[in-house]
Nanobody
Framework: QVQLVESGGGLVQAGGSLRLSCAAS????????MGWFRQAPGKEREFVAG???????YYADLTKGRFTISRDNAKNTVYLQMNSLKPEDTAVYYC???????????WGQGTQVTVSS
């Protein structure tokens, strides 16, 4: 059974940092693109960052320069380093495998990130 399990969320003050992890199991994702999405209360889920199988990265404009996505294929894990966090970054953050637009082959269950002002 394929699973994506996020961790690392929590409560942080504005300007702080968090590092999210997404551990995959059930099969290797080293040849797949991976991504992070987020969904704030009352809003649609939106793209945050993505990384190709070869390590190329791409970001949403709102997170570019503050967030960094990376992957460790040996651990079948993807990370999202979030710096200079803002209250508007508050959301549930989801890991996704092979994202395409707002869809993906697999989704994690999400991890809550709350940024206080």
């Amino acid at each position: 059974q394929v699973q994506l399990v996020e961790s690392g969320g929590g409560l942080v003050q504005a300007g702080g940092s968090l590092r999210l992890s997404c551990a995959a199991s059930g099969r290797t994702f080293s040849n797949d693109a991976m991504g992070w999405f987020r969904q704030a209360p009352g809003k649609e889920r939106e793209f945050v960052a993505g990384i190709t199988w070869s390590g190329s990265t791409y970001y949403a404009d709102l997170t570019k320069g503050r967030f960094t996505i990376s992957r460790d294929n040996a651990k079948n894990t993807v990370y999202l380093q979030m710096n200079s966090l803002k209250p508007e970054d508050t959301a549930v953050y989801y890991c996704a495998a092979n994202p395409s637009g707002s869809r993906a082959d697999y989704w994690g269950q999400g991890t809550q990130v709350t940024v206080s002002s």
